[in-house]
């Protein structure tokens, strides 16, 4: 559920409080593979996280949390970029570049420093550090604060608002078998497990921004959707973009407000 950047921002997070095992972290990470690295993008990051530089040999993931309980971190955030919405990256660069093409990263933006993984082979996953290029005005931004009642209401409003244009625009038509095929596309994702802990609230949301996210998904792929024409299909996937920020929003909403409620936890024990 989610993605990868979400499974170490938490249990990252959880581990950081005292509420985990740093092998808990690591066993985590598997359900997404069975092995991950960690680089920096740079030799400056290098040096500071005591990490290899991209081309040498990597470092195990141990290695990155040891870095950030020795820098003291306690607010990582989880941002999820597409084009045309890149807040919480910084004023472009290398990190701003990774993480769009990945559509998720870790931004510990009281460090300085951003996350990204990639997949790069089957079973393997790597973990870049990179610096958080800042603007020169604002310094390093921290990603927006999505309170996670509102990023849950707009969800049901994207809901609703969708299905309103979809069904007008004649393109939201029903497929033989579309119920089975959801149900075969949410079990072939990654069910990843969370710290004890973990706010019901945010595992609520996190669940109906999946289940959400699946259906936009057949939406998407269901080419050309009952659309008659090329105007028609654009009009559709317009009709669809308010769905997939709202999803995307209520996914970085619920886990960072699980972050949050963890550094909290922290703070007052």
């Known amino acids: 559920m989610c993605c990868p950047s979400a499974t170490l921002a938490v249990w990252s997070s959880a581990w950081?409080?005292?509420a985990a095992a740093s092998d808990d972290v690591l066993d985590a990470l598997q359900v997404w593979g069975e092995a991950h690295e960690v680089v920096a993008h740079?030799?400056?990051?290098a040096e500071v996280f005591d990490v290899p530089v991209t081309g040498e040999v990597p470092a195990p993931p141990a290695r990155l949390l040891g870095a950030l309980r020795r820098l003291g971190t306690t607010d990582g955030r989880l941002v999820l970029p597409v084009a045309g919405d890149v807040r919480g990256l910084g004023a472009g660069g290398p990190f701003a570049s990774a993480a769009l093409r990945a559509g998720e990263a870790l931004v510990f933006a009281d460090l300085g420093f951003g996350v990204v993984p990639q997949h790069v082979a089957e079973g393997l996953w790597r973990w870049t550090v990179f610096t958080l290029t800042s603007h020169p005005l604002s310094g390093t931004p921290a990603p927006e604060y999505v309170p996670l009642g509102e990023a849950e209401h707009g969800l049901t409003e994207a809901v609703r608002e969708s299905a309103g244009t979809l069904q007008a625009l004649d393109v939201a038509r029903d497929r033989p078998g579309v119920r089975?095929?959801?149900?075969?596309?949410l079990r072939?994702?990654?069910?990843?497990?969370?710290?004890?802990?973990?706010?019901?609230?945010?595992?609520?949301?996190?669940?109906?921004?999946?289940?959400?996210?699946t259906i936009l998904g057949l939406a998407q792929a269901d080419e050309p959707g009952g659309a008659v024409s090329a105007s028609a299909a654009a009009r559709r996937a317009e009709a669809l973009r308010p769905l997939g920020d709202a999803v995307r929003r209520a996914r970085c909403?619920?886990?960072?407000?699980?972050?949050?409620?963890?550094?909290?936890?922290s703070e007052t024990s």
């Open 16 to 18: 950081l409080s005292g």
């Open 42 to 45: 740079d030799e400056a990051t």
């Open 188 to 213: 072939a994702r990654p069910r990843p497990e969370w710290p004890p802990g973990m706010p019901g609230r945010t595992l609520r949301v996190l669940q109906r921004a999946e289940e959400i996210g």
């Open 180 to 185: 089975a095929e959801l149900s075969a596309r």
């Open 253 to 265: 909403a619920a886990v960072n407000e699980a972050i949050r409620l963890f550094a909290r936890t």
